[in-house]
Structure formats: structure tokens, C-alpha cells
């Protein structure tokens, strides 16, 4: 494909379109991050550590599984060393997992990771923030996942929600022992907390 050229007064032109662009979308960033900082609040027990933020990462380690999800694991692998970095802005950072805590303090030491590692087994903690479906629900359609409502498939049609657990969500509660906003797909990479 050939790429257009031009003179430096066709590209000043277009150049200026694209910054007008630009500037929308950074307004429009900055109205969708005031509009997640006034969602209504969930209560949610005390993981905060002293500090006001807390930062919760749905790790994918059913009671069942063996090890941590491959993808979680590479993820979670960052977590030593940015956890040090998000103390220093008041927030703490912790994985929750639905497998017992001696299987997960198991796989922590195993893995070298040093981060804090809940265990909501016996808990609606999972299901709560839509991380964790039953195979009923997956085969009756029940799963309300991305704000919307997944239709019936058999479990095997749905490979990552096979084990019961569900992707990786982000909480971040601030302030209070309230839950203020999650993120699920689609831009997972887009997160950021606001500072």
C-alpha cells in the first residue's frame, strides 16, 4: 500500500484536524474518568492496610486447579515490583483467588512472589464482582459478564470459563471500604488509576 504524500502545508492541514481530534478525545477521557470517580459505592471488608485505595486483582486459581492460570501468572509476575510503586500513591494491591489460601501461599512460594494473596473460598466474594460462574449458570445463560447478559453454550463452547473462574477484573476502592469502579473487557490495558 503507498502511503499519501504531500506539502508541508497539506500535512500542517491535516495535522490540525487530527490535534482537534486529539483534543476531543483527551475531553472525552477526562468526562469518562470524573464519571467512574461518582459511581455509587459497594461495601467491602478490610483488605486496605492503612491505606485510603485498594486494588484487587481476580487471579484465575480454582479450588480444583493444579496451578495459577498461565496468563494470570504473567501478569502477576509484575506485581513484587509495582506494588511498591502504587504504596507510595496510597494504594494497596492484592490478588484474590477462590482456591484455598494454603494451595495459593503454595504457588506464591513456588513462584517467588511476595505480593498479598486473598482466598475467597466458602465466599460470594467471586461471584459478587462477576469473576466466577457456575457451570449452571454458563449452560442456562445466566452470566452476567461485561454489564450484559452471556446467551446459553454448552461450557466446552466457552474455553476460558470452563474452570469456573472468570477473567481478570480490576477493583479499585477508595476512601472507604467501598468497591467504586471494576473493569472488564473489552481495553484491560487502558486501566489506570487516576492520580
Same mark, same amino acid.
Given at each position: 500500500?503507498?502511503?499519501?504524500?504531500?506539502?508541508?502545508?497539506?500535512?500542517?492541514? !491535516?495535522?490540525?484536524?487530527?490535534?482537534? !481530534?486529539?483534543?476531543?478525545?483527551?475531553?472525552?477521557? =477526562?468526562?469518562?474518568?470524573?464519571? *467512574?470517580?461518582?459511581?455509587?459505592?459497594? *461495601?467491602?471488608? =478490610? %483488605?486496605?492496610?492503612?491505606?485510603?485505595? %485498594?486494588?484487587?486483582?481476580?487471579?484465575?486459581?480454582?479450588? =480444583?486447579?493444579?496451578?495459577?492460570?498461565? !496468563?494470570? @501468572?504473567?501478569?502477576?509476575?509484575?506485581?513484587?515490583?509495582?506494588?511498591?510503586?502504587?504504596?507510595?500513591? =496510597?494504594?494497596? %494491591?492484592?490478588?484474590?483467588?477462590?482456591?484455598?489460601?494454603?494451595? %495459593?501461599?503454595?504457588?506464591?512460594? *513456588?513462584?517467588?512472589?511476595?505480593?498479598?494473596?486473598?482466598? @475467597?473460598?466458602?465466599?460470594?466474594?467471586?461471584?459478587?464482582?462477576?469473576?466466577?460462574?457456575?457451570?449452571?449458570?454458563?449452560?442456562?445463560?445466566?452470566?452476567?459478564?461485561?454489564?450484559?447478559?452471556?446467551?446459553?453454550?454448552?461450557?466446552?463452547?466457552?474455553? @476460558?470459563?470452563?474452570?469456573?473462574?472468570?477473567?481478570?477484573?480490576?477493583?479499585?476502592?477508595?476512601?472507604?471500604?467501598? !468497591?467504586?469502579?471494576?473493569?472488564?473487557?473489552?481495553?484491560?490495558?487502558?486501566?489506570?488509576?487516576?492520580?
Amino acid at each position: 500500500m503507498e502511503h499519501a504524500t504531500g506539502t508541508h502545508e497539506e500535512w500542517l492541514a !491535516a495535522r490540525l484536524d487530527l490535534l482537534q !481530534a486529539e483534543k476531543e478525545l483527551t475531553r472525552r477521557s =477526562d468526562e469518562v474518568a470524573r464519571r *467512574r470517580r461518582e459511581l455509587p459505592w459497594v *461495601r467491602l471488608a =478490610d %483488605l486496605f492496610r492503612g491505606r485510603s485505595q %485498594l486494588l484487587v486483582y481476580h487471579f484465575m486459581f480454582g479450588p =480444583d486447579y493444579t496451578a495459577g492460570c498461565p !496468563a494470570c @501468572s504473567t501478569i502477576a509476575d509484575g506485581f513484587n515490583g509495582f506494588a511498591v510503586h502504587l504504596a507510595h500513591h =496510597d494504594v494497596m %494491591l492484592w490478588a484474590v483467588s477462590r482456591a484455598p489460601l494454603a494451595k %495459593l501461599q503454595a504457588y506464591k512460594r *513456588r513462584m517467588g512472589w511476595t505480593f498479598p494473596w486473598a482466598s @475467597s473460598s466458602g465466599s460470594d466474594f467471586n461471584r459478587d464482582f462477576n469473576a466466577w460462574f457456575s457451570v449452571e449458570q454458563q449452560r442456562e445463560g445466566g452470566i452476567e459478564y461485561n454489564y450484559r447478559r452471556e446467551p446459553a453454550q454448552p461450557v466446552g463452547d466457552i474455553p @476460558s470459563r470452563t474452570t469456573s473462574d472468570g477473567p481478570p477484573t480490576f477493583a479499585a476502592m477508595c476512601g472507604t471500604d467501598s !468497591a467504586t469502579y471494576t473493569r472488564e473487557r473489552p481495553g484491560m490495558s487502558a486501566f489506570a488509576l487516576d492520580a
